[in-house]
């Protein structure tokens, strides 16, 4: 039975409300094949722009030039099928079209030009503004390496032409205007405009993350360092969203090594390690190998035999590493060259190698050294004599404490240290406990602002601080499970563990008729569900520590057990995660038992708001994985039941 506009509609919906990905995607085009196949007719404009819109978004460019040719052949035969959303999101993608299709050296010069040529006409019969057609000539003007002077007056033609509804939005128009002076030379016009910009809130799917990326380059290059700092660290906190951002991702990699802190250049680089090997496009996967080329040549140069493993990479050192990436960037550089008739790729990629050279040393961290562990363990209590100068002290220290957290919003920096101030005021007391708990609010602050070094050691000296000040399991589970988070970067793994163990085996020894240490009465039924909901958390902390260090089976076995725990505990999406992290670890070892853990994950993800994105997330792992076995019904089943709810 064939469904009514408003069903199909609707369905489409849903799809389109699913985060990007492969679940999305295909959820997408089962749609638009059903729409085909059954109708109705006037859904399939709509249809076929969901489409494209999944593909692009979703890293699949180069499948959407086939969404797109259909629809606009409809748009000629049937243009009544379009309303105005059809119409405009039709011709919004013309610039996806053109811009992406230029990143992919097999499609050939005269298809794109084409292309743009049917833009053009297209705009100019539906009368709409010219501003999106002139930003695609220059577009494709400078990808082609067309001779400066044509790049420049398509650049000015774009500038000059008023704004229309296809223009860019005014969060992307900027950063793609900086981008092209930073290239020629305009350096100190391109800042003057993102700063103009940034003194607002611009925000799309790629910015501020973007224009952030280049802005840094830019300050490091005019030697302000100040600048730099806080430039890098604004654009941290807008690369991890739905939309993959591989190309300012890389730039960062660059920054980092460029200007010294070659650690988190590497810890960097290891985020947009796929993206060495397959992007989203050509185009952009020579973007990053320029971008981190440069960085890896910087540390090389300093550091060659230091060790990398970045998988599918085959390099096992610094210099090894850079020589692969020369080798790949040259031989897609080349490509380039080959569909457009000139060496303006390869001439490019020559011209990132004057960049290795110049650096300037910025100092990044957030918390010194010094917050690492003393060899010989915190202080000992009881080594102040009480009086007035003990009570000014922890007066000043919880005085901090309050300053600290009134800085966190505006100045996530300033209230790391202003809380390892109180911290160590704390300790100098002999309060142990406030001591931990202040210096590990410094940690994650740290680690939030990349100082993985800095949170480590904070972290690690927090934890010994809880242990000495005999802090009870609810107050120092938390503090480890923050500290796991951050073990990995720094391989601390094993002594986040030991101090799980510790705690762990502490909630065990409390049993319900038995006093709680420092309380003198028996635990409760509600003290007894919050140590047994925090034991739960902690074998699910000790779950995803043994799978960072590689221990796949045993982490799948707790995370299974934790899984059930969290059940029994009304926690659904907690046992979700679980649940998740159990099907990720079994995945190779064994697929079909992975399946059923996924399977549940996504069910419990299912019941719980605000899991849209763990829900997706984990629907296309599934996805992916039933696919790869062969069970495309199954997955196709997946897909029915995420549109049905």
């Not at 654009?235 to 739905?242: F, I, M, V």
């Not at 949170?455 to 000296?461: D, E, L, Q, S, V």
């Not at 796949?552 to 934790?562: Q, R």
């Amino acid at each position: 039975m064939t469904r009514t506009s408003q069903e199909a509609e609707a369905a489409l919906g849903r799809t389109n409300a699913l985060p990007y990905g492969v679940a999305r995607t295909a959820a997408t085009l089962a749609e638009v094949e059903r729409i085909e196949a059954e109708g109705p007719d006037e859904v399939r404009a709509y249809a076929y722009t969901s489409l494209v819109d999944a593909y692009v978004w979703g890293g699949d460019v180069a499948k959407a030039y086939v969404p797109f040719t259909r629809a606009l052949r409809l748009y000629d035969e049937r243009p009544d099928l379009f309303d105005a959303y059809d119409s405009h999101a039709l011709f919004w993608s013309f610039k996806w079209m053109v811009g992406h299709l230029s990143d992919f050296p097999e499609i050939s010069v005269a298809q794109i030009t084409s292309t743009l040529e049917d833009m053009a006409r297209r705009f100019a019969v539906a009368g709409h503004g010219m501003n999106a057609v002139e930003l695609s000539r220059f577009q494709w003007a400078r990808a082609r390496g067309a001779a400066p002077e044509e790049v420049a007056a398509a650049y000015e033609t774009w500038v000059a032409t008023p704004r229309d509804d296809y223009s860019q939005c005014e969060a992307c128009e900027p950063g793609d205007r900086a981008a092209y002076l930073f290239e020629v030379g305009r350096r100190d016009e391109g800042i003057r405009l993102l700063e103009t910009v940034l003194t607002g809130s611009p925000s799309c799917a790629t910015e501020p993350g973007d224009m952030l990326s280049h802005l840094q380059l830019a300050y490091l290059d005019a030697g302000d360092a100040d600048a730099v700092v806080r430039t890098h660290r604004r654009g941290l906190r807008h690369l991890d969203g739905e939309t993959t951002l591989d190309a300012p991702t890389a730039r960062h990699v660059e920054l980092l090594a460029r200007t010294g802190n070659h650690g988190r250049a590497l810890r960097m680089l290891e985020k947009v390690a796929g993206a060495l090997l397959e992007a989203d496009s050509p185009g952009e996967r020579l973007s990053v190998l320029t971008h981190v080329g440069v960085g890896v040549r910087v540390i090389a140069m300093a550091e060659p035999s230091t060790p990398v493993s970045l998988p599918g990479v085959p390099a096992s050192s610094v210099d090894e590493l850079a020589a692969w990436i020369d080798a790949e960037a040259r031989e897609l550089a080349r490509a380039f060259d080959a569909r457009n008739g000139n060496d303006a790729a390869s001439a490019r990629l020559a011209r990132s190698r004057d960049r290795d050279v110049r650096t300037l040393r910025v100092d990044l961290d957030v918390l010194s050294t010094s917050a690492a562990p003393h060899e010989h363990g915190p202080a000992q209590t009881g080594s102040a004599e009480p009086g007035s100068e003990s009570a000014d002290s922890l007066d000043n220290a919880h005085t901090l404490l309050a300053q600290a957290e009134s800085l966190v919003a505006d100045d996530r920096v300033a209230a790391a240290r202003v809380y390892a101030q109180a911290s160590a005021l704390a300790e100098a007391e002999g309060d142990l406990e406030t001591a931990g708990l202040a210096l590990a609010e410094a940690a994650q602050l740290a680690a939030l602002e990349d100082d993985a070094v800095g949170a480590t050691g904070a972290f690690r000296r927090a934890l010994a601080l809880l242990r000495a000040g005999g802090a009870a399991p609810r107050t120092a589970g938390p503090v480890a499970r923050a500290a796991a988070a951050v073990a990995p970067e720094r391989g601390d793994q094993e002594a986040v563990l030991q101090f799980v163990d510790r705690v762990l085996i502490e909630i065990a020894g409390q049993q319900p008729d038995e006093p709680a240490p420092g309380h003198g009465t028996s635990l409760t039924a509600r003290d007894s569900a919050q140590l047994a909901l925090e034991a739960a958390e902690l074998r699910d902390t000790r779950a995803r520590l043994l799978a960072t260090l590689g221990n796949l089976d045993e982490a799948a076995e707790i995370a299974e057990d934790v899984a059930a725990e969290m059940a029994g505990l009304g926690r659904t999406g907690d046992a979700a995660h679980a649940f998740w992290l159990a099907g990720r670890c079994r995945a190779q070892s064994d697929p079909e038992a992975a399946v059923a853990l996924l399977e549940s994950a996504v069910e419990g993800f299912t019941m719980i708001r605000g899991e849209r994105s763990s829900r997706g997330a984990a629907s296309d792992e599934l996805v992916e994985l039933l696919t790869a076995l062969g069970r495309e019904d199954d997955a196709a089943a997946v897909l029915s039941r995420l549109m049905a709810t």
